[in-house]
């Protein structure tokens, strides 16, 4: 057992440095010099060729064959590689500021969105599907299978308008936008959990509904165990496998933050952070965000196969 | 939100359709009492003189920090007139000499910074060592080319801190910039530089005290430090910055000098009262302009630039504002931008550019021309733009000397396309094998409803003379990469006037300025290398806007640029937001401004 | 059998429904009644069709213009007519160039099918082949392919979505031959659906590697290896029948979120730019939303909506008729 989280927990290694290798490539190899987004657009051609060398840019890509073996290494994905290890992130080249700065302060803001409302279409979610498993087959059921499928049915963007234009534009239920007070997270998290909780319906009734057609089901309620029971005791002892798992892969996705609820509603988080980096190809938030993201990813993964091995003892490792 | 956001680049200035903040900011509601509140629109970088190469970092560091010179705020045309210096320097004959003294007794905040922890006071040699900053390659600021290649030693003292492994050392002299006493500043040219006065009221040339560079190290851009009408009370990047009145900034008043019809719009009624007039600003940043146009509607803005397409419900068909805002006393501002939007061609594209071989350059531009005469720009500003735009018909945009009133000689006539691109040797827009013709165009603004439907435009008009044109949108960063690296055929582009004279616009046609320079057209003519060698040196003179208006027909008869029209900037204000006049080089206004209670 | 995919494939084969397969026929036969049954599935395969209908009728006016050589009707400007309201000549009104809103909806169903079809074009060969050599094979191989889609489900989406997007867009204003492909495809279209190809196999090869885990040890594969089959022969003539329903499965679930998908990539103007799809014409929309322009808003998002909704409830179905066991491992991936 000891040996098989370790060797899970090493595997975070090889994935993050394949993760790295890949946004490295995008980025410097398909995005071209970085030099000519810092110099701007008066830049000479001397200009450029100066900051590439001084921030290294002009090194070989991947290895240094040039000047084999003693500096192998002295290229630029080894040395992004070895910078990132040290969680030196270095510096924004859109806002100059540093990379572990804006990370640190983009995070605040975005747990205060996601986790409220991670934490409330999980309860929600469930809270459903146990009510539509209960009643399986009824007209409580299929509404509610229907709605949230309905709900799923319609685009997050189209929500956020609605809701922006009518709950707060309109009839000023909320304000429009802002990161003030607590008041200014509602609107945002109430129209994630419209947007998001059809599919967390879905996902846990089926899951209730699997554990419910068990062996050990029919055995109890031979038994004449009442139903409520079977599900409660049951049914949802046994199924908390499966939602503990979603729940743990959820996870790094509260760091990640809600791109267009950020947006729109003016949460200075993270996901905005890393989409506008993106998209202005600043390499070291990109960098740096992947890097996180990724091992948080992967650890979290890991987590749950862990904790999967450890909570059911039907599965054994081979 | 990002694809939207306003791409206008100060020192790079291509900007995009939608809508620019640099003229029209977003004014938000004052919850709190006596502030206004703004919405920024792009990456700020931090408040560092060295990095404002956007409008947005332009715009917040004059704030803050404050240069030689600034913009005369009311008056037309644009003039520059003494901020930190007692009057406009002394100029020596040659025109190399500039002779600069210092206002005494200004002085920067209080800040820990400085020894005592009382501000200092501001002499010659904060000028020196600021300047010294901007050229100093390890800074690696976009503005250095306000300076290098003009000021005596700029280019030489650049060089040897960019050889010297250790950090800049700013005692190293600079012959061109010397203070010749406490309040005397000398700078020393090359050559005349009659646009010094005009760079010096740029922010990249403001004064920031040695102290607070050293004391804040890498945290600097988050202290400000400087002479300003404002100073910096909080700030949460991203998200919201908040300044206060300076309580030491002195010795400026509300101009009593204005154009004509200034005094009937009210816009003197606050002369001679002192400076700021606002006690705080609170920005908030807003990326996207749905959510803006929202807070508008919701009462929280008090002013907004209007997107093209809420303008007709704005703008009455006569260009007014229409009767619902104007009874909830909403003013509209209209301005033009002194900036130009165009379709550049490549020069170097072996099917549209130029050519060593004289029939083929012929053919080639008999191409360009044809690509410029198909598009319906007056149809294309009414139906893509409302009108808010005026069609151009010169590269020098009007207010600016050097532009006239010559009619474009590629104006749109179907007949003569068609006749133009079958001169080229594509008749029917087909080439010897029968394909239509394909041509590549690139645009910025992806995602932008704007840009796609300006690139629908483009691409129908074209269609009607048989070529097939396609258009690509990009995303900001990608777009000034293909620039820069010449990989383009045609390219949209806008340039934004750095300052009001038209040698700021003629230099992206100067050969030796080609990519990866401004010169993204890499246009190559001895005959405009050689006017534009004797211009940059001569001062404004009838002979020298003769000579531009000169190499403006050199460019037009190559067809370089298909011109397209100049915007004009519109805004909504509130009333209680007074003393508000549009102006192209905004960005030191802010303590003008006045908001009444409301 | 490798760590990373332990508890999903592990939990799959602790099911007591570990059969001996069905001959393929009987299964599809079976599902099929199973399905006529559900009333509420039959309703959406209806909207399906209907669907289905309106995106040949779309291909036939764009391929009908495009082989004649001139500009299809949806996309010639009548800017007199800007933004008009919903009228008896047109039914949903019209757009910023005088457009028909109801043809560029039209149009916009083709979009949505064809970002389906090309997406699947690069997703089930490289899920199917990948999934089948790994669970096949395993050992050294299955640990390569393992790696391979572990890194690249723990890269944001985004990211590769927006780089293979990039040098699509690139490769197009170099190479001639990728000219001639977007005479036909619209290169945002294209670039898209390259790109959420190459982020979307990795579902799918999970599935089918864990199918092709269990199936390699069944009697009909060791008896159909030891008459000397080649490994070719026994991965995709004698297992590929038993597991392909599943790529029916995987198709049905992804479309759906692919339709969305395009809609939050046009908003962050990583799209397709030059057709009318329902993301455009969504973020068009939201401009003049204030105006009391409901209709272009509406239009879209009802259009979408119910093919959505059908393709989902339907894709339940399905699934449920032919591989029951599969809910809880689909609906984490899908």
Request: glycine share 8%.
């Amino acid at each position: 057992m000891t040996a098989y989280i370790i060797r899970r927990l090493l595997s975070v290694i090889p994935i993050t440095i394949g993760v790295m290798f890949i946004t490295f490539f995008v980025f410097r190899v398909v995005g071209g010099n970085p030099a000519y987004r810092i110099a701007g657009k008066n830049a000479t051609a001397t200009r450029i060729a100066q900051i590439s060398h001084e921030r290294g840019y002009d090194k070989p890509l991947f290895l240094n064959f040039r000047q084999f073996p003693r500096h192998l290494l002295d290229a630029q994905f080894p040395q992004v590689c070895w910078k990132l290890v040290h969680f030196d992130f270095g510096e924004s080249v859109i806002t100059k500021q540093h990379v572990s700065t804006m990370l640190l302060e983009g995070a605040g803001p975005s747990l205060c969105v996601t986790t409220p409302l991670f934490a409330i279409e999980l309860t929600l979610g469930i809270a459903l599907a146990l009510l539509a498993a209960y009643y399986r087959g009824g007209w409580i059921d299929r509404g509610l299978v229907l709605l949230s499928v309905m709900g799923m049915s319609v685009s997050s963007l189209v929500y956020i308008m609605l809701a922006q234009y009518w709950l707060a534009s309109q009839w000023r239920l909320f304000p429009v936008w802002g990161f003030e007070s607590p008041r200014y997270l509602i609107l945002p998290v109430l129209v994630g959990v419209i947007a998001g909780v059809g599919a967390e319906v879905r996902f846990y009734r089926t899951v209730v509904l699997d554990e419910m057609y068990q062996e050990y089901v029919r055995t109890a309620r031979a038994k004449g165990v009442s139903s409520r029971a079977i599900l409660f005791r049951h049914v949802l002892r046994n199924a908390l496998i499966p939602i503990l798992t979603n729940v743990i892969i959820a996870i790094p996705f509260l760091y990640t933050g809600a791109l267009l609820l950020e947006n729109f509603f003016g949460i200075p988080g993270l996901g905005r952070l890393t989409v506008m980096a993106l998209f202005n190809f600043d390499d070291d938030v990109v960098f740096a965000t992947t890097f996180i993201g990724s091992i948080l990813f992967v650890l979290f993964n890991a987590l749950t196969d862990i904790a999967y091995t450890w909570a059911d003892p039907r599965i054994r490792i081979k | 939100m990002l694809p939207r956001q306003v791409l206008a680049n100060y020192a790079g200035r291509i900007i995009l359709v939608a809508f620019l903040v640099a003229n029209s900011p977003v004014v938000l509601a004052a919850e709190h009492a006596k502030s206004v509140l703004y919405g920024i629109g792009g990456d700020f970088k931090g408040f560092d003189p060295v990095d404002c190469g956007d409008v947005e970092s332009a715009a917040q560091v004059s704030r803050v920090y404050e240069g030689l010179l600034e913009y005369a705020y009311l008056e037309r045309p644009y003039r520059a007139i003494p901020r930190l210096a007692e009057s406009l320097p002394a100029i020596s004959s040659d025109g190399l000499t500039y002779m600069f003294r210092i206002k005494r007794g200004i002085h920067f905040i209080d800040d820990p910074c400085f020894p005592s922890g009382k501000g200092r006071e501001l002499t010659a040699e904060d000028f020196v060592y600021s300047f010294k900053r901007i050229i100093n390659p390890k800074l690696e600021s976009q503005g250095d080319w306000i300076f290098i290649n003009h000021v005596l030693g700029a280019e030489e003292w650049a060089k040897r801190i960019s050889e010297s492994k250790s950090p800049a050392d700013y005692s190293e002299p600079l012959p061109g910039f010397q203070a010749l006493d406490r309040y005397t500043l000398q700078i020393r040219l090359r050559r005349p530089y009659p646009q010094l006065l005009w760079v010096l009221t740029m922010p990249y040339a403001f004064a920031v005290p040695h102290e607070a560079v050293e004391h804040y190290g890498d945290q600097f851009r988050r202290h400000p430090v400087g002479t300003g009408p404002f100073r910096l009370k909080s700030w949460w990047p991203n998200y919201r910055i908040e300044y206060e009145r300076n309580p030491t900034f002195s010795g400026q008043t509300y101009p009593d000098k204005g154009a004509p019809g200034d005094r009937a719009a009210g816009l003197l009624d606050d002369a001679g009262k002192p400076l700021p007039l606002l006690g705080g600003i609170v920005e908030y940043d807003i990326r996207e302009f749905y959510t803006v146009w929202q807070m508008f509607l919701a009462g929280r803005i008090y002013a907004s630039a209007i997107s093209k397409d809420y303008f007709e419900k704005v703008i009455t068909p006569d260009l007014g504002l229409s009767p619902e805002l104007r009874k909830r006393g909403v003013r509209l501002y209209k301005t033009p931008e002194l900036s130009t939007y165009y379709i550049g061609f490549n020069m170097r594209d072996s099917v549209i550019g130029q050519s060593a071989n004289s029939v083929i350059n012929e053919r080639h531009r008999k191409l360009r021309q044809a690509f410029a005469t198909a598009i319906d720009v007056k149809r294309f500003v009414e139906v893509i733009f409302n009108n808010r735009y005026m069609p151009a018909n010169s590269p020098i945009p009007p207010g600016v000397a050097g532009h006239t009133d010559n009619p474009y000689p590629y104006e749109y006539s179907l007949e003569r396309a068609k006749q133009l691109i079958a001169e080229a040797g594509y008749p029917d827009g087909r080439d010897s094998e029968g394909h239509p013709l394909r041509l590549s165009m690139i645009m910025p603004g992806s995602g932008s409803t704007d840009a796609r439907q300006e690139a629908d435009f483009y691409e129908e008009a074209l269609r009607a003379i048989g070529v097939n044109l396609v258009v690509q949108q990009l995303s900001f960063a990608e777009y000034i990469r293909r620039e820069h690296d010449g990989e383009t055929q045609v390219f949209w582009a806008g340039w934004v006037i750095d300052y009001p004279d038209a040698q700021n616009f003629l230099q992206l046609f100067y050969g030796p300025n080609q990519c990866p320079g401004v010169n993204s057209t890499n246009y190559q003519n001895p005959e405009f290398d050689r006017l534009y060698e004797r211009i940059v040196s001569m001062t404004d003179s009838p002979e020298r806007t003769a000579l531009y208006e000169q190499m403006v027909d050199l460019t037009t008869k190559d067809c370089v640029w298909a011109l397209i029209a100049y915007p004009l900037a519109y805004g909504l204000f509130q009333p209680w937001f007074q003393n508000y006049k549009p102006h192209a080089f905004p960005y030191a206004n802010a303590k003008y401004y006045k908001v009444l209670p409301h | 059998m490798s760590a990373d995919d332990l508890p999903r494939a592990t939990f799959a084969a602790g099911r007591p429904t570990d059969v001996i397969p069905a001959a393929s026929e009987s299964l599809w036969r079976m599902a099929w009644r199973q399905l006529r049954q559900n009333r509420l599935a039959m309703v959406c395969l209806v909207i399906l069709c209907v669907y289905t209908g309106t995106w040949f009728y779309a291909e036939g006016v764009y391929w009908t213009a495009k082989i004649r050589g001139v500009i299809p009707n949806y996309k010639i400007s009548h800017y007199e007519i800007r933004n008009e309201p919903p009228s008896r000549a047109h039914l949903l009104g019209t757009n910023f160039a005088g457009r028909d809103n109801l043809q560029q909806l039209v149009q916009g169903t083709r979009i949505a099918f064809e970002i389906g079809l090309l997406t699947s074009v690069i997703v089930i060969p490289l899920g199917f082949v990948l999934g089948a050599l790994a669970g096949y094979f395993g050992r050294k191989l299955d640990s390569a392919i393992v790696y391979l889609y572990s890194v690249v489900a723990s890269v944001p989406d985004i990211l590769l979505i927006m780089s293979i997007a990039y040098v699509t867009r690139s490769a197009v204003d170099r190479s001639p031959a990728m000219q001639s492909v977007t005479r036909y495809i619209d290169s945002g279209l294209l670039a898209i659906c390259v790109g959420m190809g190459f982020t979307g196999w990795v579902g799918l090869c999970r599935i089918i590697r864990g199918e092709y885990l269990k199936h390699r040890e069944r009697q009909y594969v060791l008896a159909a290896r030891a008459l000397g089959a080649s490994h070719g022969s026994i991965m995709f003539r004698h297992i590929a029948p038993n597991v392909a329903h599943l790529i029916i499965i995987n198709f049905s679930l992804r479309f759906p979120n692919l339709i969305l998908a395009e809609v939050v990539l046009s908003y962050l103007g990583i799209g397709i730019a030059n057709e009318p799809s329902w993301g455009t014409i969504i973020n068009d929309a939201k401009q003049r939303l204030w105006l009391g322009n409901w209709w272009e808003l509406g239009g879209a998002t009802i259009a979408m909506f119910f093919l959505v909704l059908a393709l989902n409830i339907f894709g339940d179905a399905l699934r449920d008729a032919l591989d029951p066991k599969l809910r809880t491992a689909e609906a984490k991936t899908g």
